[in-house]
């Protein structure tokens, strides 16, 4: 069972590729009213595979396309970094910013528009636990990573409400489980998607936390990925529960062994987050 575990996280690594952030400067920024800051991983960069980066879709264009509804003049500056981990946040990431890290960029962007920034979003912190299935999974290990993503993304956020102005407010994803899907390939699977279930559950409380120490409001994705509903369904993979059919109808996990979310699974994202827009 778990070097079954083993290679369904190990996906990740495989998956999450590196990509540039975007350094080009707006041409519309002079005249934007507000601007929407977007920080994280793939989710945030709107990874598809195949297509690659995508950082004015995703969940994130849709987000923006929601706060244009009343604030047509609103800009997106995204930063996001396909791979990022909370530690390369703060440190050396696969993307390229001059300011350094990911966080020092956003820190510089919002110190620069501390009036004018509405909204930051952020996810970060499933990337932490990869290296923690190498051949088996060290259970010791992912528990160390979960610690490691509430110190780090403490230390995250609390460097973006510092730079923040009252105005701002600050949305934490937390993270649905792809790797739900195990649950199709039998009894060694469906042990695997119980044991990811626990894992999911206490890297989204330490989200939870984190958030808390900024006054950041958490965007509650894996209740809108139904991840604790096991009611029985019918689906094109036989009956199986409605957190397995949610993945495999919302992410290419269950498609194309891929963790990321597709068309629908970002829609779903952005509705979440906007839902916590105040």
């Known amino acids: 069972m ?13 998956l999450v590729t590196p990509a540039a952030a975007s350094a080009k400067p707006d041409p519309s920024a002079g005249r934007a009213t507000s601007w929407y800051l977007a920080l994280g991983d793939s989710l945030a960069a709107g990874y598809q595979p195949g297509v690659g980066d995508d950082r ?17 003049k609103a800009r997106l500056r995204n930063l996001a970094c396909s791979g990022a981990t909370t530690t390369s946040m703060l440190g050396t990431d696969r993307c390229t910013y001059e300011a350094g890290s990911q ?6 962007f919002l110190s620069a528009h501390k009036a004018k920034v509405d909204l930051v979003t952020i996810d970060i912190g499933a990337n932490d636990v990869t290296p923690c299935a190498r051949g088996t999974v060290d259970v010791a290990c992912a528990i160390g990573a979960v610690g490691t993503v509430e110190r780090n993304l403490t230390t995250i956020l609390g460097r973006l409400r510092a730079a923040t102005g009252p105005q701002t407010q600050i949305v934490v994803l937390n993270y649905y489980n792809p790797f739900l899907a195990a649950w199709l390939t039998g009894a060694a699977g469906q042990q695997v998607a119980a044991l990811t279930t626990q894992l999911q559950s ?21 209740r809108a990925f139904r991840s604790g509903v096991t009611t029985p369904v019918t689906t094109a993979y036989g009956t199986i529960p ?7 109808a919302w992410t290419w996990m269950c ?6 979310a ?11 987050v906007v839902a916590r827009l105040e």
């Open 202 to 222: 206490l890297l989204n409380a330490a989200v939870a936390r984190s958030a808390a120490t900024a006054d950041a409001d958490v965007a509650d994705v894996a």
């Open 242 to 248: 409605t957190n397995v059919a949610t993945i495999c």
């Open 103 to 108: 966080v020092d960029a956003a820190v510089e």
């Open 56 to 72: 004015d879709g995703g969940y994130v264009g849709g987000v923006l396309d929601a706060l244009q509804q009343d604030a047509p």
């Open 2 to 14: 778990r070097r079954a575990l083993a290679i369904v996280i190990a996906t990740l690594a495989v």
């Open 262 to 272: 597709n068309d629908a699974g970002y829609a779903v994202l952005a509705g979440t």
């Open 255 to 260: 498609s194309r062994s891929d963790i990321h």
